[in-house]
């Protein structure tokens, strides 16, 4: 019904930017789209929220990226990007698209996730 293509991962020094992008794709009508935002796996370690934002264009950030990384979306086109500035090694991990929508129901969609690996 929804399908995310992430794109932008890569290896990247510290201190190093890289922009991650996320196109959703929908296969059926009626569906709204409310929160689209970013989450990422670390070797280890639960998923974790990075950045959302939702349809009124209000946002949330985890702690540990505040003020480094900025998401933005493209309500028009169902695309969300991750600018990620300052980066440190402890961003290294799978980033994964998230699709929240709330009609006909509420659904959770999934990206197959991009690997940002930062490393001198």
């Known amino acids: 019904q929804v399908q995310l293509v992430e794109s932008g991962g890569g290896l990247v020094q510290p201190g190093g930017s890289l922009r991650l992008s996320c196109a959703a794709s929908v296969s059926i009508s009626g569906i709204n789209i409310n929160a689209m935002g970013w989450y990422r796996q670390a070797p280890g370690k639960e998923r974790d929220l990075v950045a959302v934002?939702?349809?009124?264009?209000?946002?949330d950030y985890a702690e540990s990226v505040k003020g480094r990384l900025t998401i933005s979306r493209d309500y028009a086109k169902n695309t969300v990007d991750l600018q990620m500035n300052s980066l440190k090694p402890e961003d290294t991990a799978v980033y994964y698209c998230n699709v929240l929508t709330i009609a006909p129901r509420v659904m959770n969609f999934w990206g197959k996730g991009t690997l940002v690996t930062v490393s001198s």
């Open positions: 934002i939702r349809s009124g264009g209000t946002t």
